[in-house]
């Protein structure tokens, strides 16, 4: 009967060790394959300054990025801080070793100084990417 006993707590501690093993496996797996499709995005300034630009002209600033992933990224959205910067982007995908960029115009109505953003959403990112642009209208 004691041979009976401890051949089942064994049995039953080996199924328990089984177990809690199995999902730790394949936890790592997906973090592996998540790692390796992941895209990555370099920008080649986030912060432009233009210094000093006349009333009255528009300016555009250029934001310059290269996709350093190996999978295509795409720009899903992009949104200037107020309605007195509009924008433009390369809407095509961008593959990998490939650059792309996205165009701010800022309209200098106002005197004095500025900072305005400029918040990009790609594929290759969770978090949009907050791009800031400023200088002084005379």
């Known amino acids: 009967m004691k041979v009976i006993r401890i051949s089942m707590l064994a049995l039953a501690l080996g199924l328990m060790s089984f177990s809690a093993v199995a999902p730790v496996k394949s936890l790592i797996s997906k973090n592996e394959i998540k790692e390796t499709t992941a895209s990555a995005i370099v920008w080649k300034a986030e912060t432009v300054d233009v210094g000093e630009i006349p009333q009255g002209t528009p300016k555009a600033i250029i934001y310059e990025f290269k996709n350093t ?13 107020c309605g007195c910067t509009a924008t433009d982007y ?10 792309a960029r996205v165009i701010a115009t800022y309209n200098a109505a106002n005197k004095g100084a500025f900072t305005k953003t400029v918040t990009v959403t790609t594929s290759a990112e969770t978090a949009p990417k907050i791009l800031t642009l400023k200088g002084t209208v005379i």
């Open 69 to 81: 992933g190996k999978t295509a990224v795409v720009i899903t959205n992009v949104q200037g801080s």
């Open 90 to 99: 390369t809407k095509e995908p961008i593959l990998p070793g490939k650059s």
